[in-house]
T-cell receptor, first 118, second 115 residues
Framework: SAVISQKPSRDICQRGTSLTIQCQVD?????MFWYRQQPGQSLTLIATANQGSEATYESGFVIDKFPISRPNLTFSTLTVSNMSPEDSSIYLCSVEDWNSGSSYNEQFFGPGTRLTVL | AQKVTQAQTEISVVEKEDVTLDCVYE???????LFWYKQPPSGELVFLIRRNSFDEQNEISGRYSWNFQKSTSSFNFTITASQVVDSAVYFCALSASGSARQLTFGSGTQLTVLP
């Protein structure tokens, strides 16, 4: 299964600024996703990061607020733009990869980026 | 639309007790997949199990077992002889596509196992 790393692991940012979160996978994967987990809440899918084309956003999320890049099959970035305290969340990158243990494609998650906006 | 309901927000048990985490789902699709993930205090999500809608066999893996019942749209998770290390938030999730993409998560159940 894929090993996923995210940078930064956590950050504290000022209102109105932007933060770019990086997601690196140790193998080539077709599908990469970005999720948000607000404090004490469940995970919500922000978008699917498509390699070579624009990301596909879920309802309630827009490109201007959460621009996403996917330059190759192992890397993606999510930018949280013009941040407000409501953007304080954990942002998780996930990938779909083959799980030899279950013989299925599974969705694996990165360690997350804990963002606090003051 | 899909929906996953985990009615138990928090559960607290004493070590060695058995505990069952409930999950009820809604979907109009005939083919779908159900998952359980564990999120320990460190924050990462750990995949536990996947079950497809055509396989209603219960599964046991060590101290973990899962009871899938299509008739009641439930996919419950039982931990036998709980341990302190089992303390975490557990999420049930649903995907109606052909793979694990676009998961719909439940709200999670915070399990605390006391020594």
């Amino acid at each position: 299964s894929a090993v996923i790393s995210q940078k930064p692991s956590r950050d504290i940012c000022q209102r109105g600024t932007s933060l770019t979160i990086q997601c690196q996978v140790d193998s080539q994967v077709t599908m990469m996703f970005w999720y948000r987990q607000q404090p004490g809440q469940s995970l919500t899918l922000i978008a699917t990061a498509n390699q070579g084309s624009e990301a596909t956003y879920e309802s309630g999320f827009v490109i201007d607020k959460f621009p996403i890049s996917r330059p190759n099959l192992t890397f993606s970035t999510l930018t949280v733009s013009n941040m407000s305290p409501e953007d304080s969340s954990i942002y998780l990158c996930s990938v779909e990869d083959w799980n030899s243990g279950s013989s299925y494609n599974e969705q694996f998650f990165g360690p997350g980026t804990r963002l606090t906006v003051l | 639309a899909q929906k996953v309901t985990q009615a138990q927000t928090e559960i607290s048990v004493v070590e060695k007790e058995d505990v069952t985490l409930d999950c009820v789902y809604e979907t109009r699709d005939t083919t779908y997949y159900l998952f359980w993930y564990k999120q320990p205090p460190s924050g990462e999500l750990v995949f536990l199990i996947r079950r497809n809608s055509f396989d209603e066999q219960n599964e046991i893996s060590g101290r973990y077992s899962w009871n899938f019942q299509k008739s009641t749209s439930s996919f419950n998770f039982t931990i036998t002889a709980s341990q302190v290390v089992d303390s975490a938030v557990y999420f049930c999730a649903l995907s109606a596509s052909g793979s694990a993409r676009q998961l719909t998560f439940g709200s999670g159940t915070q399990l605390t196992v006391l020594p």
